[in-house]
C-alpha cells in the first residue's frame, strides 16, 4: 500500500539558498525526527560540506544528523530497513553470472555479432542497468528496438548485426534475470523490494538535493523517483532545485515525474549577496594560463594576496573548484604545498594510481610476459615486496649485476633460458656472484608464478596470486607517515582480487587464460576509488558538484576548458542515440542545459567572489576554452586583481640570488646553504671538480674521456650503471665477450698441436679446429642466438664469415710467431717508450700479442663492430707501447713494433692498420693524446662536451648531464 504523502518542489533562487534550504530541511521538525530522515547527496564530499553546513548553523546547541546517500546509494539504504533482507549480490558476482548467461546463450545457439570479452561484459551489465533504471524490462526492450531495426534489417548489413545483437542480448538478459533471482538481490530486485513491502522502521522524511539525471549527471533516474514516490512509510518527499535548473524542460519532467508535487519558495532568512567576479584586468573576464599546475598556481597568489590584504576570514572559507578532479588533486598538493598552502581533499581517489596497485600492475605484467627481463626486474626492486634468496635478503647491487647479465644474455623471458643462463653462470664461478644470487630468486618467483602459464579456472589463477602478494608484502613500518594510506590502498586492492576470486569460485568454473584474467583485474583496480581524507584545514580542493554544499567566501573555478565543462559524454556502445532516446536515454541538448543552468549558479555561489580560469596547453597540445564561459554575465561586478608577482613557491626563492632563505623550510634552507657555499659562478656547472687521481688509467675509460668527458665521469668517477636495454639476441658486449673467449681458445687448441704458421694449405685444418673449438661454446647460448651466432662465425651463401676473415689475415702473414699472449693483462705504470721521469698507471688486456723472431711483435685487437678512427685509438698503439715496456723489463733488450692492427667483423675494412714498423708516427701520437687526457682528468675537467653530438641521442646518462649548461 502506497503511504499518503506530501511531496513539494522546493524552489531557491540560488547557491546561497540552495544550502539554507538544505540545511533547514535536514533540522525540521524534532530532533528525533531526523533519525528517519534521509538526504540525498551527489557526493560523500557534498554530505561532509553539508554536515559543515549543520553544524555551523545548530552552533549554539545539539542537533541529530540525519542519515546521507548519493543517488547510487540511497536504494540500499531503503532495502537495509527492510525486515527479512536477503542476500545482496556483489557487483564482481552479477559480472559473472552475466558472463555465464553469455555462454549459455552461445552454447543454445544464438550467435553474437562480436567475441565476448570482460570489457564488453562489463558494458552490458552497465547498459541492463540503464535499462532498468530507465523502467524499461527486457520485453520491452527487445519490442522497442526492434520494431526500429528489422523494417531494413533485409537491406542494411549493420541493421542486420543489430537485430542479431539486440536478440542475443535480450536472451542473456533474461537468462541473467533468472540467475540473479536464485542467487539474491540486485539493485533492481531491491528497489521492488522496497515499494513492495514495509519497511520495519520507514524513512519518513526524504530531502532530494539532486536533480533528475537528465540534466544532473549525478541525479536520479525514473525507477529511483519511482520508488521515492510509491515507498511505503514516507511523509514527505522535499525536492530542493534552483530556478536556472529547474528553468526548460526540467520543470515539466518533475511534474510529470512526481504527479501532484506543490511548488512552494524558500525564502532565506537574509538575502543573498551577490559576489563579484575577479578579473586580471579589465579587458578579460577570466585568468588564461599555460597548463594546470599554473592554473592553481595563480590560485595560490591569488589566495595569498587576498590574505595580505585581509580580503578573506580564513583559508577554509576558499576553495579551488574544478569538474574532473584529476589531476589536480595531485597538483594541489604538491603546488600548494610550495606555496606553504594547507588544503583539504574529500574526494576519492583512484585506487589504480596508488603504488601498491601499480605493484600488483607489475607482478600480472610479469606473469604475462613469460617472466621478461624488464617486469621481472622491476618486481625484484619494488619496495612493495620483500624477497630473500637463500634466506639473505637481495640488495640492489644483486638486482643491478642480473640485469646486466641478462640483457648481455639476450633473456628473452623464456624459463629454460633462465636456467640454461643460470647454470653457465655457476660454472664460471666467482665472476658472477652477484648475478647468480639474484638469478637464483628470479627463477624462484617465476616457478612461483608457473601456474599462471596455463588455461586454468579464473578463482584459480586469482588466487595465484593473491598467494603471491601476500606471501611477499613489505609491510611498511609504523612510523612510516604513508603507512595509513598504503594499508587502505593495499586492503582495497585484495579486497577485489579475493571478490572476483570468490565470485568466479562459485559461479564460474571455466578455465581461461591468465591474459584475459589479468584484463579483468586491470579493469576491476581502474574502477575502483578510495578516500584518503587529506588535511583539517587550509584551502578546499573539490569538484563542481560538492562545492554546491560548501559556504564559501571565495571560490576558484579552474579548467574552464571544453570537454571538461562541461565534460563529454560516456557513449553507449551498443546502439545510436535515436534507439536510446527511445529507451529512455536522456537527450544531449537538456544535459547541455543543466550544466550551464549548474555554471551559472556556481558563479553566485560564494559570498564574496568568484574566479574563473582556463589553461591553454594540455600535454603540449592546444585546448580550447570552454563554451559555458558565455554564462558569465555581463552584469555581474567585477574587481580587477591582477596576479601578483610576490615571491611566494620554493623554486622561486632558490632561484634569487642570494636565496631568500627566510621561504624555506629546514631542509630547504639546508641545501640552500650548502649551494651557496660552493665556488664561485664561473665554474658552476662547467664540468670541473677537484683534482682527480685515480689508482689507474683503463685504455677504454680514456676512450670514453676522448669521446665525452661527462661519459667518463659518470661511468668511471661515478661508477653509475648503463641502463640495460631489451633486444633480441645478445647485447654488443656479451657478443664481444663470446668472440674473444672463443678466438682466445682457438688459438691456444692451434698453438697446443704445434701446428705453427696458419699457412693456405692448412686452412682447411685450421677452420675444422675452429668449428670444433666453436660448437661447445655456441651450445651454451639459447638457441636462436647460437643459431645466428653461428652464421656470423661460418658466413652464408650472402655473407662473409668471421673465420674466414681471421684465417684469411692469418694466412696473410707467413712470419712465424715465437710467442702468443692471448687476452693478456698489462697492468701497472708505464713510461710508454718515452722519458723514465713521465710515467702513468695503466691497466687493460691485450686480445693478443704476438712475439715474432727478430725482437718484433705484433699487437691485434678484435672489434665486432666498427674500428675507430686512426687519429682517434688509442687501445691498439698504447697496447704496442706498453707491450715494448713490459719486454725491455724483461731483459729482452728493444722491440720494435711490426704491426699495430684493429681486426673488425662489422666495418667496411676488415684489417685497419694503425702503425707499422715503417711508421712509428702513430705511436708516438698516441703516447701524446694519452699524456694529455691524463692531465686534463688529474685536473678534474669533466664538461659535457661529446665529440660528436649525435652522441647524446644513445648516451645512457642523460638524467644527470649537464650539458643544457654549457655553451
Known amino acids: 500500500m502506497i503511504t499518503p504523502r506530501a511531496t513539494r518542489l522546493v524552489r531557491v533562487g540560488g547557491l546561497q539558498a540552495f544550502r539554507e534550504a538544505a540545511i533547514s530541511l535536514a533540522l525540521h521538525g524534532a530532533p528525533l525526527d531526523a533519525r528517519d530522515r534521509l538526504v540525498i547527496v551527489p557526493t560523500r564530499a557534498a554530505a561532509e560540506h553539508l554536515v559543515r553546513g549543520i553544524e555551523d548553523a545548530a552552533a549554539s546547541g545539539a542537533a541529530i544528523l540525519p542519515d546521507f546517500a548519493t543517488a547510487s546509494e540511497f536504494v540500499g539504504r531503503f532495502a537495509e530497513r527492510l525486515p527479512a533482507p536477503r542476500r545482496e549480490l556483489s557487483a564482481e558476482e552479477r559480472e559473472v553470472l552475466l558472463r555465464v548467461a553469455c555462454r549459455r546463450v552461445i552454447a543454445d545457439g544464438i550467435e553474437p555479432p562480436f567475441r565476448v570479452r570482460p570489457g564488453l561484459v562489463a558494458e552490458m551489465v552497465r547498459f541492463y542497468d540503464d535499462l532498468r533504471r530507465s523502467q524499461k524490462d527486457v520485453d520491452t526492450f527487445e519490442r522497442l528496438a526492434l520494431t526500429m531495426l528489422e523494417p531494413g534489417a533485409a537491406d542494411d548489413r549493420g541493421a542486420h548485426q543489430l537485430v542479431e545483437q539486440t536478440r542475443f542480448l535480450a536472451a542473456v538478459f533474461r537468462d541473467f534475470e533468472r540467475r540473479c533471482s536464485e542467487q539474491g538481490d540486485d539493485e533492481h530486485e531491491l528497489r521492488r523490494r522496497a515499494i513492495s513491502e514495509s519497511p520495519a522502521r520507514p524513512y519518513r522524511h526524504v530531502v532530494v538535493a539532486v536533480a533528475d539525471r537528465t540534466v544532473d549527471p549525478f541525479g536520479l533516474t525514473p525507477a529511483?523517483?519511482?520508488?521515492l514516490a510509491r515507498a511505503p512509510g514516507v511523509e514527505s518527499l522535499d525536492v530542493v532545485v534552483t530556478d536556472r535548473v529547474l528553468a526548460g524542460a526540467l520543470h515539466e519532467r518533475m511534474h510529470a515525474l512526481l504527479p501532484g508535487i506543490q511548488e512552494v519558495r524558500f525564502e532565506p532568512g537574509r538575502p543573498p549577496r551577490q559576489p563579484s567576479i575577479a578579473v586580471p584586468d579589465a579587458d578579460h573576464a577570466l585568468y588564461v594560463v599555460r597548463d594546470r599546475e599554473e592554473e592553481v598556481a595563480t590560485f595560490a597568489r591569488r589566495v595569498k594576496e587576498a590574505r595580505r590584504q585581509g580580503l578573506t576570514s580564513a583559508l577554509d572559507r576558499t576553495a579551488l573548484v574544478v569538474h574532473q578532479p584529476l589531476p589536480y588533486v595531485y597538483l594541489a598538493r604538491s603546488v600548494l604545498g610550495s606555496a606553504g598552502l594547507e588544503c583539504q581533499l574529500f574526494d576519492t581517489l583512484p585506487l589504480a594510481a596508488e603504488p601498491y596497485a601499480a605493484a600488483l600492475d607489475v607482478v600480472l605484467t610479469f606473469a604475462s610476459s613469460g617472466f621478461a627481463r624488464v617486469p621481472g626486474i622491476q618486481l625484484l626492486r619494488s619496495p612493495h615486496f620483500h624477497f630473500r634468496s637463500d634466506g639473505e635478503p637481495v640488495t640492489s647491487r644483486d638486482v643491478t649485476a642480473l640485469d646486466r647479465a641478462l640483457t648481455e644474455g639476450g633473456y628473452a623471458g623464456d624459463p629454460e633460458t633462465l636456467g640454461r643462463l643460470l647454470d653457465i653462470w655457476t660454472a664460471v664461478g666467482s665472476t658472477r656472484p652477484r648475478a647468480?644470487?639474484?638469478?637464483?630468486?628470479?627463477?624462484?618467483i617465476a616457478g612461483e608464478l608457473e601456474p599462471l602459464r596455463s588455461p586454468a579456472p579464473v578463482a584459480q589463477h586469482l588466487s595465484v596470486v593473491?598467494?603471491?602478494?601476500?606471501?611477499?608484502?613489505n609491510v611498511l613500518d609504523a612510523s612510516d607517515s604513508q603507512r595509513a594510506r598504503h594499508l587502505r590502498a593495499r586492503g582495497a586492492v585484495l579486497a577485489t582480487i579475493a571478490s572476483l576470486r570468490d565470485a568466479h569460485e562459485q559461479f564460474d568454473r571455466a578455465s581461461v587464460d591468465f591474459d584475459e584474467v589479468a584484463a579483468l583485474l586491470r579493469r576491476w583496480i581502474e574502477g575502483q576509488t578510495f578516500a584518503p581524507r587529506t588535511g583539517n584545514s587550509g584551502v578546499h580542493v573539490l569538484d563542481s558538484a560538492s562545492a554546491r554544499f560548501g559556504s564559501f567566501e571565495h571560490i576558484h573555478l579552474a579548467g574552464l576548458?571544453?570537454?571538461?565543462?562541461?565534460?563529454?559524454?560516456?557513449?553507449?556502445?551498443?546502439?545510436?542515440?535515436a534507439i536510446l532516446k527511445e529507451l529512455g536515454w536522456p537527450a544531449e541538448r537538456d544535459r547541455i542545459d543543466g550544466a550551464r543552468a549548474a555554471f551559472a549558479d556556481l558563479l553566485g555561489s560564494p559570498v564574496t567572489e568568484v574566479a574563473v580560469s582556463a589553461f591553454l596547453l594540455e600535454h603540449d597540445a592546444v585546448v580550447s576554452l570552454s563554451p559555458l564561459l558565455d554564462e558569465i554575465e555581463s552584469s555581474q561586478?567585477?574587481?580587477?586583481?591582477?596576479?601578483?608577482?610576490?615571491l611566494m613557491f620554493d623554486h622561486e626563492a632558490l632561484t634569487q640570488e642570494p636565496a631568500v632563505m627566510t621561504m624555506l623550510g629546514e631542509h630547504g634552507r639546508e641545501w640552500a646553504r650548502l649551494r651557496a657555499a660552493r665556488e664561485a659562478a664561473e665554474s658552476k656547472f662547467r664540468g670541473s671538480t677537484g683534482p682527480h687521481q685515480p689508482d689507474a688509467y683503463s685504455l677504454s675509460g680514456l676512450e670514453r674521456y676522448q669521446d665525452c668527458p661527462f661519459r667518463f665521469f659518470a661511468s668511471d668517477v661515478l661508477r653509475l650503471d648503463e641502463p640495460a636495454e631489451d633486444g633480441g639476441a645478445l647485447s654488443p658486449r656479451a657478443r664481444g665477450r663470446f668472440i674473444h673467449e672463443l678466438l682466445q681458445k682457438f688459438f691456444e687448441a692451434w698453438d697446443a698441436r704445434g701446428e705453427g704458421v696458419i699457412t693456405p694449405g692448412r686452412l682447411d685444418a685450421a677452420r675444422a679446429l675452429?668449428?670444433?673449438v666453436a660448437e661447445p661454446l655456441?651450445?651454451?647460448l639459447p638457441p636462436a642466438d647460437g643459431s645466428l651466432e653461428r652464421t656470423r662465425l661460418f658466413g652464408s651463401p650472402l655473407s662473409v664469415g668471421i673465420v674466414d676473415v681471421i684465417l684469411g689475415m692469418e694466412a696473410s702473414r707467413p712470419d712465424p710467431v715465437r710467442e702468443r699472449w692471448l687476452e693478456y693483462r698489462l697492468e701497472g705504470t708505464f713510461s710508454l717508450g718515452g722519458d723514465e721521469s713521465r710515467q702513468v698507471p695503466l691497466r687493460g688486456v691485450a686480445d693478443r700479442v704476438d712475439l715474432l723472431d727478430g725482437n718484433r711483435l705484433r699487437v691485434i685487437d678484435y672489434k665486432t663492430g666498427s674500428a675507430p678512427e686512426r687519429g682517434r685509438a688509442l687501445q691498439v698503439p698504447v697496447y704496442a707501447l706498453c707491450a715494448q715496456d713490459r719486454l725491455h723489463a724483461r731483459g729482452g733488450g728493444a722491440w720494435a713494433v711490426e704491426e699495430a692492427l684493429y681486426v673488425s667483423f662489422a666495418g667496411r675494412k676488415s684489417v685497419v692498420r694503425m702503425a707499422?714498423?715503417?711508421?712509428?708516427?702513430?705511436?708516438?701520437?698516441?703516447?701524446?693524446?694519452?699524456?694529455?687526457?691524463?692531465?686534463?682528468?688529474?685536473?678534474?675537467?669533466?664538461?659535457?662536451?661529446?665529440h660528436d653530438p649525435m652522441m647524446c641521442t644513445y648516451c645512457p646518462y642523460p638524467s644527470v648531464c649537464r650539458k643544457d649548461y654549457v655553451e
Open 224 to 227: 529511483d523517483w519511482d520508488l
Open 436 to 444: 647468480v644470487r639474484a638469478g637464483r630468486l628470479f627463477q624462484r
Open 466 to 473: 593473491l598467494q603471491f602478494l601476500k606471501a611477499h608484502e
Open 561 to 577: 576548458v571544453d570537454g571538461e565543462w562541461p565534460e563529454r559524454p560516456r557513449r553507449n556502445i551498443f546502439y545510436a542515440a
Open 637 to 646: 561586478p567585477r574587481d580587477v586583481r591582477p596576479v601578483s608577482t610576490v
Open 770 to 772: 675452429f668449428a670444433e
Open 778 to 780: 655456441l651450445a651454451r
Open 916 to 946: 707499422t714498423q715503417d711508421d712509428q708516427e702513430t705511436l708516438a701520437t698516441a703516447r701524446e693524446r694519452l699524456f694529455a687526457l691524463v692531465d686534463r682528468i688529474n685536473a678534474g675537467e669533466f664538461p659535457p662536451r661529446p
